[in-house]
C-alpha cells in the first residue's frame, strides 16, 4: 500500500501566534513515525527563523470547513507560504485564525529550533508564485500541508485537484496519503484530535501511489474514495482532514535510500473538487 511506512503523527497546533505568525516554526523529521505534520511541525520554511514554537495549553477546537474550493495558488500568502481561508494574507479576514488556514512543510529539514545533529540529506522548499520543493533523498522524506485551527471537514467536495510535476526519482511517482483525525495519533495539544491509540493500532493515513510528469501537465484529480490502506480506519473520512501528505519513493524498510537521488517537485494551484 502507498501508506504503508507513513505513520502519522501527533497532531499539536501548538503556538499558533508565535508559531505561525512568525513562520519559524520547522521539524527536522527522520521517519514517518515521529513525523509532526502540522503547525508545530511545518518543516523547512524559505524565510530566516524569528521565534521558536511555545508550549501549548490542551484544549478542545472547533473543525472547520473551506469557504471555497481553493486552497492556495500561491500568490496571496505569508512568507514561507501559510495561505488563509479567503487566500488574501495581505487583507484577511477578522479573527482569521479562527477560520481554515494552513501552509506547507518538507522532512527531514534543518531546524533552527532544535538542539539535535543536522540530517544527512535535508530537502528545501520555495513558495514563490509555486511551491518548490528540492533537495537529495537519502532518508525518509517527503512534503505536505498542514491545516489549522483543528480538523477540516472537505465534506462538501469528492476530492482534491493539483498541478504538480518535476524529478522523484526513477520510478516518477510519489506516495499521496490524507492526514485524518481517526487515523492520527492524539494530540498534546487539541484535545479532539487525533483517535487512534497506537498501544492497540498501527496509526497509518489511506493513499495511493501517484505517477508524477516530468514537465508541467494538466492538474490530476484524486478522489477521496481513491484512498486506501488507511489505520485503523481504510479510507478518508473527509469530515477529519487535518493535512495533505506526499512521500518519496525507494526508501527501503530501515528508512534508507541506496544511492542517494536529487529531487526537484514543483506544485501549482491545489483545490477541491465537487
Known amino acids: 500500500m502507498a501508506n504503508s511506512k507513513i505513520q502519522t503523527s501527533t497532531l499539536a497546533f501548538t503556538g499558533v501566534g508565535a508559531c ?11 521517519n514517518p513515525d515521529s513525523m509532526d505534520m502540522t503547525a508545530n511541525g511545518l518543516g523547512h520554511q524559505s524565510e530566516p527563523q524569528t521565534q521558536c514554537p511555545t ?7 472547533q473543525a472547520v470547513s473551506p469557504s ?7 500568490k496571496d500568502i505569508a512568507p514561507g507560504g501559510m495561505f488563509v481561508d479567503d487566500d488574501s494574507y495581505a487583507n484577511p479576514s477578522p479573527n482569521w485564525w479562527e477560520s481554515f488556514f494552513g501552509g506547507p512543510y518538507v522532512y527531514p529539514a534543518i531546524d533552527p529550533c532544535s538542539d539535535g545533529g543536522l540530517p544527512a540529506y535535508p530537502l528545501a522548499q520555495t513558495t514563490a508564485g509555486k511551491w518548490n520543493i ?3 533523498v537519502g532518508a525518509w522524506s517527503g512534503f505536505g500541508l498542514w491545516f489549522a485551527p483543528c480538523s477540516v471537514d472537505m465534506s462538501a467536495y469528492r476530492g482534491v485537484s493539483l498541478a504538480i510535476s518535476g524529478d522523484v526519482g526513477e520510478t516518477a511517482t510519489l506516495n499521496f496519503n490524507v492526514i485524518t483525525s481517526e ?11 487525533g483517535m487512534c ?4 493500532n498501527t496509526c497509518a493515513a489511506p493513499g495511493k501511489k501517484l505517477p508524477i510528469p516530468s514537465k508541467p501537465s494538466a492538474p490530476v484529480t484524486i478522489l477521496w474514495s481513491e484512498l486506501s490502506g488507511g489505520s485503523p480506519m481504510d479510507g478518508v473520512d473527509p469530515t477529519q482532514i487535518v493535512g495533505f501528505h506526499f512521500s518519496f519513493d525507494r526508501v527501503d524498510w530501515n528508512g534508507a535510500v541506496t544511492p542517494p537521488f536529487p529531487v526537484d517537485v514543483t506544485v501549482g494551484s491545489i483545490q477541491l473538487v465537487k
Open 134 to 136: 528540492t533537495g537529495r
Open 183 to 193: 487515523d492520527s495519533k492524539p494530540s498534546e495539544c487539541l484535545t479532539n484530535v
Open 20 to 30: 505561525l505568525l512568525s513562520m519559524g516554526c520547522s521539524a527536522g523529521m527522520s
Open 55 to 61: 508550549a501549548c495549553e490542551p484544549h478542545t477546537c
Open 68 to 74: 471555497d474550493a481553493l486552497i492556495t495558488n500561491w
Open 197 to 200: 491509540d497506537p498501544e492497540t
